[in-house]
């Protein structure tokens, strides 16, 4: 069971995800739950994914005081998930905070910059010149490493400067990940599996690539093999 590659349930109901989880069947063992699905379902899914034995990364990208952050990092540490993501632009206090709250069996992860934004769009909402995106990705992983947090999520197109920033144990988690040639839909910077993880990417996050496919669980075993560097 492969507990590196992280499959996207970006899916409206239950049913659905998880009709999708017993189709690509035992090969993956990690889920990510965004905003969509938990919006929709609430916490029970967190159980009922882990009643078929699989790891949950919880994506909210919680994003608020550090009162409010703290709070909801505690209740999703009673969930059972393995992974939450809180945004590195909340702020160091608001970082810690959350580190602080967090029990030992839940990793939090700074994100740092989406992988939907390049350089222009960091602009608009920086209000100032920006060069290299991943510059920034790097500035607020050191940010997410001095707020005592598990590791980071940022593009694989940064993850080797970030891996130098974070040193050699915290998770370092890479969405926007393609086949060679699939279409990059509404990301910027992506990358493929074999390259996320040579870039020192602890986990990769695949989503439509494997959950669009006619046949998700064959679409995860070419994710899996270009991995390995079968293909």
Known sequence: ??????????????????????????????YKVGLELFAAVGPGVVEALGERGKRVFLDLKLHDIPNQVAGAVARVGELGAKFLTVHAMGGRDMLAAAAGAAPASLTLLGVTVLTSLDGPGLEELFGRRVDDAGAEADRLARLVREGGLGGVVCSAAEAARVRETMGPKPCIVTPGI?????????????????????????????????????DPAAAFARIAAEARGER
């Open 178 to 214: 393609r086949l060679a040639g699939d279409p990059v839909h509404d990301q910027r910077r992506v990358r493929t599996a074999r390259e996320a993880f040579a870039a020192g990417a602890t986990h990769i996050v695949v989503g439509r690539p494997v959950t669009r496919a006619k």
């Open 1 to 30: 069971m492969n507990q590196r590659i992280i499959v996207a349930l970006d899916a409206p109901d239950a049913a659905t995800a998880l009709a999708l989880v017993d189709r690509i069947g035992p090969a993956c063992g990690f």
